[in-house]
């Protein structure tokens, strides 16, 4: 398929099945990860396979899953992101998270796999739930799956998309 193709296809998936995914497959998009851009190339992501059933309960717990079969948490490593020099404070980690997981999602879904984009969750009880160092923060999480039968973009208006013209501006 091709990647317009692909991302006009793809929709977050919040009714997973109860199937779990392939070790291929999980392979494929943790390479998806391993492949995306990140400032200087300095790879701070720093990924979580939740798939216990006491790290799924755990996770639950905190954030909406949908009752996924596996779930990536997907941090940044603070200590390994670029910071800017001429903006003190200012870190890529969040960016370069984000970049990693829109990677993934693209990837799992080629591959058949649905998921669902995830931030609504306090970052400070993840990190003390699972135990992660103070450098490590929590950014997302993405739980991932086969569709169930008969899921549908939840948002009617799924497909429906604003004049390229409406969100350029040529200089």
Known sequence: MDFLTLAKERFSVRSFQ??????????LILKA??????AVNYQ????YLLKSEEAL??????????????????CADE???WKSKMEPGYS?????ATIVTTHMMLEAWELGIGSVWVRLFDSRKVANAFN????????CLLPIGYAAENCVP???WHNVYRPIEDFTITL
């Open 33 to 38: 990860a391993q492949l995306a851009p990140t």
């Open 92 to 96: 890529t980690g969040e960016m370069d």
């Open 79 to 81: 200590n390994r992101t």
């Open 154 to 156: 939840y948002a009617p």
């Open 57 to 74: 309960d755990k996770i639950s717990a905190l954030a909406p899953t949908y009752e996924a079969p596996m779930v990536f948490l997907i």
């Open 44 to 47: 701070p992501q720093m990924i």
């Open 132 to 139: 992660l160092q103070e450098n490590i923060k929590p950014i």
């Open 18 to 27: 109860s199937k779990p995914v392939e070790q291929e497959k999980i392979d």
